[in-house]
């Protein structure tokens, strides 16, 4: 599969809509680690789908569409929707139903269950926030892509050896940030990361200007009192700011 995380077995219990073309930011590196970022094939890398991921908590599933509308007409159509909240499962099925420009995952998935029931909803990938045998397991049988989360050098090698080179790198910032990334790039260099966990909009060029990135997450452009108070068109303006650190 090209070093990219997605399975060649069969779909899980319901089969997404091919990923759409994106302004992504690149495959693997295949085994070169060249630092160039081709274009990626956009049906099977998270890395490939857009430059800056949103990461939502919702409370409440009616704002699932208002908001997913939103931080596509501002330029981010990849988002990931987190299984913390009660609410994560409807929201995703709601903007699977009505905003087919995006492209919906689900973050914070833990148990194979969860993979199966983020499938289900309509995910169209999957993100955690760290990995167990368990859980690579059921995602690499989900048939979708997905990121696995990584914060050390051993996680890396041991997800290389599963055939995986793209993880999240969490939690980002207080990982160690970008100069942990750069000494990864040396001797790991097939390893492709999307960094999450304290980025913002003045640190994400640092991020995305590395060989080994190929996608950030944040909630930044997201604050709670925009989600309280349905500000939209505020998501909108915050989404339109991230997606222009790509240009
Ligand atoms: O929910 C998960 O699965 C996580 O891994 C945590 C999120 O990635 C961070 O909560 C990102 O939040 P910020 O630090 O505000 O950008």
Redesign the pocket.
């Known amino acids: 599969m090209g070093g990219v995380n997605r399975a060649a077995s069969s779909p899980g219990p319901s089969t997404p809509p091919p990923l759409p073309a994106s302004p992504g930011r690149g495959d693997p590196h295949e085994q070169t680690g060249a630092p160039s970022k081709p274009s990626a094939s956009p049906t099977s890398s998270v890395l490939g789908l857009a430059p800056v991921i949103p990461?939502v908590v919702l409370h409440d599933a009616a704002d699932a569409v208002p908001l997913a509308r939103a931080l596509v007409a501002g330029g981010l159509p990849a988002i990931e929707v987190?299984l913390?909240t009660p609410a994560a499962l409807d929201a995703i099925r709601a903007v699977t139903d009505e905003v087919p420009e995006a492209v919906i995952g689900a973050?914070?998935v833990l148990t194979p269950g969860q993979v199966e029931a983020a499938l289900t909803a309509g995910s169209r990938f999957l993100?955690?926030?760290g990995w167990s045998p368990r859980l690579l397991g059921a995602m690499k049988d989900s048939g979708v892509p997905f990121l696995p989360?990584v914060s050390t050098a051993s996680e890396v090698v041991t997800l290389l050896e599963e055939g995986i080179t793209e993880m999240?790198f969490?939690?980002a910032e207080a990982a160690g940030g970008t100069a942990y990334l750069k000494s990864l790039a040396a001797p790991l260099p097939q390893a492709r990361f999307c960094p999450?966990?304290?980025?913002g909009l003045a640190s994400a060029p640092s991020y995305l200007a590395l060989p080994n990135v190929g996608c950030v997450?944040?909630?930044?452009m997201l604050p709670d009192e925009a989600l309280a108070t349905k500000d939209w068109d505020r998501v909108r303006r915050l989404a339109q700011e991230a997606a222009a650190l790509a240009a």
């Open positions: 990461v987190t913390r973050g914070t993100v955690s926030p989360g999240k969490f939690p999450t966990g304290g980025i997450g944040g909630t930044w």
